[in-house]
């Protein structure tokens, strides 16, 4: 029960046209349409400007916001929008196609009424356009929050909503190269650089990815949550299975344990044939390996396995080794 709008905006006719929204939503639409594996993932539509197709204007977005919306018990949600944002003495806009003066389009403050009224076990909203840091904040304090003077807005969120925004409520979202360069960025993160070992990709994950992209002269990415459980945005590639981490108890008889290599666990008859797996041993140090390289088993001083197999060295887990240890003795994995 996940779903999804997504709403690009590149033609406006009353004031300037932009570039790569529309492409921004189509990328979107297709990373989150299924995960890695090919499963499938959010149910989505999408909306955007281009010719010939229905105008994205306040009242169809009104339309769509309604629907996505409705019936949402149980249900996983996700807006997202890319276009003008403008800042007005009653808070911030999302800039429909049929904006005129004093009546820009949707307002952000409604786009946060409905998600937090929303029965919806859980509400996304990602907004890639000027201003959209707004997205969120205590309504009546608009004004303050984006004065020479008062900088930081306060938000009000119920459990469960997230607001990923491309800039500060005071700041314009730049673009670049065909994209908007926040969902450039996110859309990476979704294919795979945001995946944490298991291969979730969340909000978290996903700021976190976004925002160091950024330096202290450019815009300011802004994530805004109130989370009793992260939604898992898409599932992108594993570090590794999780069956390899259900097996660290069976390795490490303690998540303090250190297990001693011997020359045996090189072996020899690498690299091998196919269907070969090599001694018990050998097997152990290609697992040992394959952690490693996710960065959950380590040597003194950072040894390479095969110079500390020769040796008659010990290997042991990292602390996020011990993290994966504790849930699989858990069996919570």
Not at 37 to 53: A, K, Y
Not at 166 to 183: I, M, P, V
Not at 269 to 297: I, K
């Amino acid at each position: 029960m996940k779903r999804a709008i997504l709403v690009g905006i590149d033609d406006y006719p009353t004031v300037d046209s932009l570039s790569g929204c529309v492409a921004d939503a189509k990328a979107l639409y297709t990373v989150l349409s299924t995960n890695a594996d090919g499963s499938p993932n959010w149910r989505t539509q999408l909306l955007t400007s281009e010719s010939g197709g229905t105008a994205v204007t306040r009242d169809s977005l009104r339309r769509a916001l309604t629907l996505l919306f409705a019936n949402a018990r149980d249900s996983d949600l996700l807006f997202y929008f890319a276009g003008h944002g403008a800042q007005t003495p009653w808070g911030a806009d999302l800039v429909t196609q049929d904006a005129r003066e004093h009546n820009l389009g949707v307002s952000m403050q409604d786009l946060l009424t409905l998600a937090n009224d929303s029965p919806a076990r859980s509400v996304t909203l990602i907004l890639d356009c000027c201003f959209s840091g707004d997205l969120g904040n205590v309504a009546g304090q608009q004004a303050a929050a984006v004065s020479d003077n008062f900088r930081l807005g306060r938000a009000t969120l119920r459990e469960d909503v997230t607001i990923l925004a491309a800039s500060r409520a005071t700041e314009e979202a730049e673009a670049g190269d065909g994209h908007g360069a926040f969902t450039r960025i996110v859309v990476d993160g979704l294919e795979g650089g945001a995946a944490d070992h298991l291969g979730k990709i969340t909000a978290l994950g996903l700021y976190t990815y976004v925002s160091a992209t950024f330096d202290a002269w450019q815009q300011r990415p802004v994530l805004k949550a109130s989370l009793t459980e992260p939604v898992v945005l898409r599932m992108g590639p594993p570090w590794l299975e999780v069956d390899m981490l259900r097996k660290l108890p069976r390795h490490f008889p303690a998540d303090t344990s250190r297990i001693r290599l011997s020359p045996a666990h090189e072996g020899e008859g690498r690299p091998f044939p196919p269907g070969v797996t090599g001694t018990p041993e050998q097997q152990e140090f290609d697992y040992l390996a394959r952690l490693r390289n996710a960065n959950l088993v380590t040597t003194d001083g950072g040894r390479d396995h095969y110079w500390v197999a020769m040796e008659s060295g010990e290997v042991f887990l990292t602390p996020m080794g011990r993290y994966f240890w504790n849930l699989a003795k858990r069996r919570v994995l």
